[in-house]
């Protein structure tokens, strides 16, 4: 299926061209997963970022719900050439033969709010002293142990810690950091004051087998500790 998306407003379309853009940065052949409602208001793109164990959301609000729902994969490059930013629209491309991931998403409700997580500074903060961990502990190998088996079990064991009082890996919060999902938000100010902005606020949600953290600007699932493929309300859907 092709056809053009009016989206809300250019924001929206750039906000859609900057995770696209992200993910293309990630891995060169990206495919999405997208996904309307027949009357819903908006499209949810789902991606997965290379190495991060993660799927990615983003929501692009539309101008006006669709007469059909749209589900269908296609290429994440393609998908970004296909955003005008100005004109607030996209052209969905011809459907791409996806990665499996494409087939298991998350579900599409029960979500309970999940406490314990950090508030978002604070989990700003866990991932750049981790990142800052990481390359210290990179920098000390000595040359003969400095190979790429070694630096991903020191990844996977900074990554693999959780996140406060939850299950949520420190991964998850890497990957929504990367993709754009942790950046301040700019609150409205009078005319002639000077910007301002807050941390995007973070909240955890459980379904199943999933977790999801969640900001205003998109979301991150990830299976939680010990979820089986097909269990714990992992979902497969056509594609």
């Given at each position: 299926?092709?056809?053009?998306l009016?989206?809300a407003?250019?924001?929206?379309a750039?906000?859609?061209?900057a995770?696209?853009?992200?993910l293309?940065?990630?891995?060169r052949a990206?495919?999405v ?7 819903g208001?908006?499209?949810?793109v ?5 190495s991060?164990?993660?799927l990615a ?5 539309l101008a006006?719900p669709?007469?059909a729902p749209?589900?269908v994969?296609v ?14 629209a996209?052209t969905v491309?011809g459907?791409v033969t996806?990665p499996?991931w494409?087939?298991?998403l998350?579900?599409r409700?029960?979500w309970?709010p ?8 604070a989990?700003r ?19 003969q ?6 630096r991903?079990?020191i ?8 996140l406060?009082d939850?299950?949520?890996?420190l991964r998850?919060?890497h990957?929504?950091q990367?993709?754009g999902f ?11 004051a000077?910007?301002?902005s807050a941390?995007?606020p973070?909240?955890?949600f ?17 299976r939680?500790p010990?979820a ?7 979902q497969?859907r056509?594609?």
């Amino acid at each position: 299926m092709s056809g053009q998306l009016r989206l809300a407003d250019s924001g929206e379309a750039a906000d859609l061209a900057a995770f696209l853009g992200r993910l293309v940065h990630y891995d060169r052949a990206a495919a999405v997963r997208l996904q309307a409602a027949a009357g819903g208001g908006a499209l949810a793109v789902f991606g997965r970022p290379p190495s991060f164990e993660v799927l990615a959301v983003r929501a692009a609000r539309l101008a006006e719900p669709l007469a059909a729902p749209l589900d269908v994969t296609v290429s994440a490059g393609e998908l970004l050439e296909a955003v005008d930013e100005s004109g607030a629209a996209v052209t969905v491309p011809g459907p791409v033969t996806g990665p499996p991931w494409t087939g298991v998403l998350p579900p599409r409700g029960g979500w309970s709010p999940v406490p314990g997580l950090p508030a978002a500074e604070a989990v700003r903060a866990a991932v750049a002293a981790a990142v800052a961990e990481f390359r210290a502990r990179d920098e000390a190998l000595p040359p003969q142990h400095r190979t790429r088996s070694e630096r991903d079990r020191i990844g996977r064991e900074i990554w693999s810690r959780t996140l406060g009082d939850t299950e949520l890996p420190l991964r998850a919060a890497h990957a929504a950091q990367s993709l754009g999902f942790l950046r301040p938000v700019r609150t409205p100010v009078p005319a002639g004051a000077p910007d301002a902005s807050a941390p995007a606020p973070v909240a955890l949600f459980a379904s199943g087998g999933w977790l999801r953290l969640s900001t205003p600007y998109g979301s991150v699932a990830t299976r939680r500790p010990g979820a089986l493929a097909g269990l714990g309300g992992i979902q497969v859907r056509p594609v």
